[in-house]
Antibody, heavy 115, light 107 residues
Framework: EVQVVASGGGLVQPGESLRLSCAAF????????MSWVRQAPGKGLEWLSV???????YYEDSVRGRFTISRDNSKNTLYLQMDSLRADDTAVYYC?????????WGQGTLVTVSP | NVLTQSPGTLSLSPGERATLSCRAS???????LAWYQQKLGQAPRLLIY???SRATGIPDRFSGSGSGTDFTLTISRLEPEDFAVYYC?????????FGQGTKVEIK
């Protein structure tokens, strides 16, 4: 069964860094597109980043240069390194896999950026 | 590729038909257009992918249609559990994007 499980969220101060992880089950992260999405409190869904099967990465403008998507095929895990965090990065972060055109989402992990 | 959903809010009664629209500013590659349902405090639930394929376990009252730039999610007869927020997403070309959402509320 295909499953993705995000973890690593927590409370951090503005300017700090945090790395989110997304463990994959039932498929290989290196064989499919993988993406991160977030949702700020009371707001809609915001796409952040995607990594292709060839390792090409793409970012939404507001996080380019601060966030880095990567994967470790040996651990079958996707990551999102978040640097220079700001209060408006506070959100639930979701990882998702796209397998033969079908999206698979996990439950999300909460990141709170506050002094 | 900007996705514009309409209407912003849809006020209907149980048993009625709901028609939600998602319009893209550019053609969606490979018809990689998905619809999600989200209830308060829950993760988005996939309903439809590749514009018209129903996800596993989704009741057949949910259907998706469209291609190119115009897409529609139809709920044939609203059940009480269908009142929620619905989002469309295109994943055909980067940057991937979401619509702003349509809230389906009880009239």
């Amino acid at each position: 069964e295909v499953q993705v499980v995000a973890s690593g969220g927590g409370l951090v101060q503005p300017g700090e860094s945090l790395r989110l992880s997304c463990a994959a089950f039932g498929f290989s992260v290196g064989s499919h597109y993988m993406s991160w999405v977030r949702q700020a409190p009371g707001k809609g869904l915001e796409w952040l980043s995607v990594i292709s099967t060839l390792g090409r990465t793409y970012y939404e403008d507001s996080v380019r240069g601060r966030f880095t998507i990567s994967r470790d095929n040996s651990k079958n895990t996707l990551y999102l390194q978040m640097d220079s965090l700001r209060a408006d990065d506070t959100a639930v972060y979701y990882c998702s896999a796209y397998i033969m055109g079908t999206p698979y989402w996990g439950q999300g992990t909460l990141v709170t950026v506050s002094p | 590729n900007v996705l514009t959903q309409s209407p912003g809010t849809l006020s209907l009664s149980p048993g009625e038909r709901a028609t939600l629209s998602c319009r893209a500013s550019q053609s969606v590659s490979n018809n990689f257009l998905a619809w999600y349902q989200q209830k308060l405090g829950q993760a988005p639930r996939l309903l439809i992918y590749t514009a018209s394929s129903r996800a596993t376990g989704i009741p057949d009252r949910f259907s998706g249609s469209g291609s190119g730039t115009d897409f529609t999610l139809t709920i044939s007869r609203l059940e009480p559990e269908d009142f929620a927020v619905y989002y469309c997403q295109q994943y055909g070309s980067s940057p991937w994007t979401f619509g702003q959402g349509t809230k389906v509320e009880i009239k």
